[in-house]
Structures are given as C-alpha cells and as structure tokens.
C-alpha cells in the first residue's frame, strides 16, 4: 500500500508540473538558441526535473527559516536564490536551451523586477472523497514573498496554516490541520489578471472527537506529510490589495501513525468503521476557496 500511494503521489506531482510547464514553456520568450534533439531530450528527462526538485527543497528550506530572514532582511533574497531561480530554470527555458531570458537574478529591482512580502487570508470549502465523505469549512493564514518580473512572469513564495472542520457531524467533531509551505508561479494577464499554478508539502493532524454510539470509538487522531498542487486566478485591487480564488488538491495518506481512544465497539457498523481505520487513511480533499493579500 505504501508503495502504491507513493507512487500515485508521484503522478500527481508529474502531471501538475508537466501542466504547468507546458504553460510556461508556451509563453515564454523566443530565445536564439538551437538546441540538439539531444539536447532537448536530456533536458526533459534530467535538468527540469532536477530543477523542480532544487526549487521544492529551497522552498522549505525558506519556509522554514523565514521569520529569521524578515528579521534579518533577506527574506527577498533567500526567496530568489533557493525557489524562483530554479523555477525558472525548470520551467520558463525554451526545451534545451541554455539560459533564461529575464532571469531574476539579472534584473535589479525596479528595473525588470519587483519584490514585495506579503500576508494572505482565505477562507473556503472542501470536500473529502472515499473516507468519511465529509464537506469542511475552511480558514488558512499565510506569509509570503512575491516576485512580478517584466516579462509578466510571477513567482510566489509563502509559509503558512490552514484548519479545516466539519461542517457536518455524521461521525463526530472532526478537523482538519495543516502546517504548508508553497510555492507558485504563473503569469499576468492584462496587467491585473494572474493565472497561477502552486504546489507544495503540508505536515496534517487529523482529529475527531467522535460519537461511541456511531462509531464504536471515542477518539481518533493520525498525522502525515502529503503533498499538494492546485490552480488559481487573482485580480489586482489596488497597488496593495488583491483578491484570488484558488482550487487545491491535497492526497492524504497515512498507514502507520493513526491513534485510536475508547475503542467500544457495540454492533456491525463500528466494527466495520473501525475496520477502515486498520486498514489506513487514504483519501484526498478538493478545496475551492476565496483569499484576500495584503502587500507590504
């Protein structure tokens, strides 16, 4: 089992970064270059996915030292080296070219490039599939940097929390908590539309306090690290405001770190809920949610 959710994660990670960069790959700018057959080949196969990998590990590295660099000042920095240049390498080169065009670390700011932070709320509702069935209400806090280059390209770096609760109480007081870090990247439109994709890593709790009388147990708690992907759309409010709608989609799997309190099974229907939980938590939450930033 866990080497079937592996790979079923593995897919979902290729197929949104395939999309993603055929969407970048299409709108990017020419460059003169004359890539090999070769060339392009081993790029496709080894550079843009080492690329991607380097910009998910700088990605938590950033993650996680960001409140170190706000406070030191080199958050905009640290963002740039660790995340936004392989993301660029991985996704914004013609096939087998050698160099990016409008590469960050080319522009100075101001001139081909802009770094802002920022803080972002939303708040939404998901609904979970092939576990419980449950709809939840959503409500997540993140904070971030933001790069908007002159080719329109746009690259967001963010850390933050979202917590997730049943907006039903078929099996009890169940939620939802997830510790994320993300990285998303996509273009403007228009000069107030962004399109965007993100992907990312979240670290969740799974708790319910559940009714004895449904399910046979008074107390459930599990734990993973999954990853995630999703889309989304914002509009430019103002110079610090904006307003998006995003659509995530998150793989949970856990086989091993699940906990079970005041087991007291009484007839078939606990016994058979209980009986799911042996056999692990794999199911997967579709989220479609509003959230307003505030640049700074």
């Known amino acids: ?72 000042g080199n958050a905009d920095e640290a963002a740039e080296t660790l995340v936004v240049t392989p993301l660029q390498a991985a996704f914004v080169r013609c096939l087998g070219c050698g160099k990016v065009e409008n590469s960050v670390g080319s522009l ?100 319910v306090d559940s009714d004895v009388d449904i399910t046979g147990i008074s107390d459930i708690k599990a734990s993973s690290f999954d990853f995630f992907w999703g889309v989304g759309a914002a509009a430019q409010l103002s110079e610090n405001w904006r307003v998006g709608l995003d659509y995530t989609r998150y793989d949970l799997t856990v086989e091993d770190n699940i906990t079970l309190s005041g087991v007291a099974a009484t007839d078939a229907d606990a016994l058979a809920f209980q009986a799911r939980l042996a056999d692990g938590i794999d199911t997967n939450l579709e989220l479609l949610d509003l959230n307003i930033t505030y640049m700074f």
């Open 108 to 207: 100075d700011e101001g001139e081909g490039k802009m770094i802002r932070h920022f803080v972002m709320v939303s708040g939404g509702v998901s609904q979970e599939k092939s576990f419980v069935g449950e709809k939840f209400l959503s409500g997540g806090l993140y904070l971030g940097t933001h790069f908007s280059l002159v080719d329109d390209s746009r690259f967001d770096v963010m850390l933050g929390g979202r917590q997730l609760m049943a907006s039903e109480k078929d099996v009890g007081d169940e939620n939802l908590s997830s510790l994320e870090i993300v990285s998303r990247f996509g273009k403007a439109v228009n000069g107030w539309l962004e399109l965007s994709g993100k992907l990312g890593l979240s670290r969740w709790k799974y708790k």
């Open 1 to 72: 089992m866990q080497l079937m959710a592996t790979l079923r994660t593995s897919v979902n990670i290729a197929v949104a970064t395939a999309l993603l960069g055929m969407s970048s790959l299409a709108s990017a700018e020419r460059i003169e270059e004359s890539p090999s057959a070769g060339a392009m080949v081993a790029d496709a196969v080894i550079a843009r996915p080492l690329y991607f990998v380097l910009s998910q590990a700088g990605a938590l590295v950033y993650g996680a030292t960001l409140p170190f660099t706000l406070l030191g």
